[in-house]
């Protein structure tokens, strides 16, 4: 009974990201006007308007475009799960001086957040400033 007991919780615990991951389906999309330059990975993506979407089936890859200035770049995703649900589709940035670098995206309705990998930029940034801002954008 008791190995019973493990096996399930930890089936459980190996199941629910693959639960996380399937609200942000490859179906999913995100638009929005950032009003800043950003930077996900080693690149910079110029303010103007951005769409996000889900790059596979399992949602651990998203695409950020910014059609206008022809952006396209891919980043990975980790989960968390967030105490509550936003209202609305956000996008979390943290601010380093006047250097903005997406952080998380939420999605309306979910406690997932989804967030992308820290840059080696933001991280000498993170140790040397110690302080960040943090931003939402709500997505339209």
């Known amino acids: 009974m008791r190995y019973t007991k493990q096996m399930f919780t930890a089936l459980a615990l190996l199941m629910t ?10 179906t999913a ?11 996900v990975g ?9 769409v996000l979407q889900a790059a ?9 475009r910014n059609d206008d200035t022809r952006v396209r770049l891919f ?5 968390d799960e967030t105490p509550t ?8 940035f943290r601010k380093y001086g006047s250097r903005y670098f997406l952080a998380a995206i939420r999605l309306e309705g979910s ?3 989804y967030q992308i990998p820290e840059s080696k930029e933001e991280a000498g ?8 801002l943090e931003e939402t954008i709500h997505a339209f």
Do not use: E, W, Y
């Not at 649900?85 to 979390?92: E, K, M």
């Open 75 to 79: 980043s990975s995703l980790s989960t």
């Open 56 to 64: 596979n089936t399992a949602a651990h890859t998203i695409v950020i």
């Open 29 to 39: 999309s995100m638009a929005t006007q950032v009003p800043f330059d950003f930077v």
């Open 111 to 113: 406690r997932v957040m």
């Open 17 to 26: 990201p693959l639960f996380a991951s399937a609200q942000f389906s490859h």
């Open 85 to 92: 649900a936003p209202a609305t589709d956000q996008l979390l």
């Open 125 to 132: 940034l993170r140790l040397r400033s110690r302080t960040s």
């Open 42 to 50: 080693d690149r910079v993506v110029p303010a103007g308007k951005c």
